[in-house]
């Protein structure tokens, strides 16, 4: 099984609930499954651009205007997101660390949905629609917030962001740990509501290493074909 984490959290992993989630997820995924491959991405280390017209450009202009050649300026604005997107296509299992700000996904994760999730990258457009290029079998969504949220809360727009934009390229196995309540002065049973969302998470990854045994095996890489003398 191959996973890969993204974190969106810019504090350290003793400051960070997020982190602290994810750290037990990943413990008790490899716990379970000792072969995991596991690839982490840190995004306030390996930072995503914005979204640009040199961008937009290079990986969707050609939807609309086929056989459109992109410049080379446009060709080394999509590198991060060819990289990247890579990483995501090669993975089962795909998983989402982050706090909730102001109600949403944190705008560095945002910037790398938009990166990867682009046509000839993760996912190609035809007369039927989407048709994926990657293979992830489940999205697994690690969140903390400050309020507490109900199941479907009006203010939650974070889970809704990446149940469409994953659903959008076919995944639609999304599991969510969260710890919500993390502000003291507000929640005085936080410890205990983090507690519970560890629990959660290691609960998910215990689960989740048992669906994987169950999965068929990858097909190995063909090998390169020799060069021509």
């Not at 993975?91 to 660390?97: K, P, R, T």
């Not at 290029?133 to 999205?139: G, I, T």
Request: hydrophobic share 45%; net charge negative.
């Amino acid at each position: 099984m191959n996973v890969l984490h993204v974190c969106a959290d810019p504090k350290p992993t003793e400051d960070s609930v997020s982190k602290q989630l994810s750290t037990a997820f990943i413990a008790t995924l490899v716990e379970n499954c000792p072969d995991v491959e596991l690839n982490n991405i840190d995004l306030y280390q390996d930072t995503p651009p914005f979204l640009s017209n040199e961008f937009y450009r290079a990986v969707w202009k050609d939807e609309f205007e086929p056989g459109y050649q992109p410049t080379a300026r446009e060709k080394k604005s999509a590198e991060y997101a060819r990289l990247h997107a890579a990483m995501l296509n090669d993975a089962d299992v795909l998983v989402l660390s982050m706090p909730m700000w102001h109600f949403s996904a944190p705008g560095i994760m945002k910037a790398w949905l938009d990166q990867v999730l682009a046509p000839g990258l993760t996912f190609e457009l035809g007369p039927e629609g989407v048709t994926p290029l990657h293979r992830l079998r489940k999205v697994v969504l690690l969140v903390s917030s400050g309020d507490v949220y109900k199941e479907d809360d009006p203010r939650d727009a974070l889970t809704p962001l990446i149940r469409a934009a994953f659903e959008f390229v076919k995944v639609t196995d999304l599991a969510v740990a969260w710890a919500d309540g993390q502000t003291a002065m507000f929640h005085g049973d936080h410890a205990e509501r983090q507690a519970m969302a560890i629990e959660a998470a290691q609960e998910e990854a215990e689960e989740l290493a048992a669906d994987a045994a169950l999965w068929p095996s990858r097909e190995p890489a063909e090998p390169d074909a020799p060069a021509e003398s």
